[in-house]
């Protein structure tokens, strides 16, 4: 495994040195550095610092490892890999993403998720461990968004307006969501028991990564959200 101390380095210089690592690279002294791994593929990254924004921008394969925060912009319109965040990250987590996974141990900010969408047979995939902040999920077209809201502290699971625009995909949120408000174009209920096998597979892995109990998470109600209609704001523009 090549390390790279990445301290004093600007983005493109990091990239480069990424490129000529082969295929595993540790990069060291991260403070900041924005688009790091920016469309790359086949090769495996750890990221030790606070990377900057739009971390795994264009994704196209890699698999990225931070080992602490993340800045805004994670995962921007990835297409395929994984970003694997111990601990939390910032606002817009996962912005029009169209393929891979993106695992987040602690907090998202405002907006995670917003325009993601699936792309073929190309399912994204967000699970965040902790909390997330006002708009998760807005304009999602396509594929899964899962909270846990592993935070224990009393916090809503998601801060407000979750769902705006929702078209396409599903939200698993592990709660009853009697303190969320959605809106009227979304449905959102209980997860059946056809729906626990899926919920599983997400918890495990999140278990696998961070090493948490999964029997202890499973343990709980979760509510599953899917669209109502495929155009959302019909109603605005037509008349009854």
Known sequence: MVTVDTRGLEFRAINEAVRDSGNEVTLTGCLGQRFICA???GVKVTVEG???????????????????????????????????IHGNTGDAAGYAMRGGSIYVKGDAGYRAGIHMKAYKEKIPVMVIGGCAGSFLGEYQAGGVIVVLGLNGDGRRIVSNFPCTGMHGGKMILRSDCRDIRFPGQVSARPASDEDLPEIEKYVKEYCRLFGTDAVGIMDSPFTVVTPDSSNPYKQLYVAN
Do not use: C, F, R
């Open 50 to 84: 606070i990377p900057g924004n739009a971390l795994g921008a264009y994704l196209n394969g890699a698999e990225i490892t931070v080992k602490g925060n993340a800045q805004d912009a994670v995962g921007d319109t990835m297409n395929d890999g994984s970003i694997v």
């Open 39 to 41: 469309g790359m593929s």
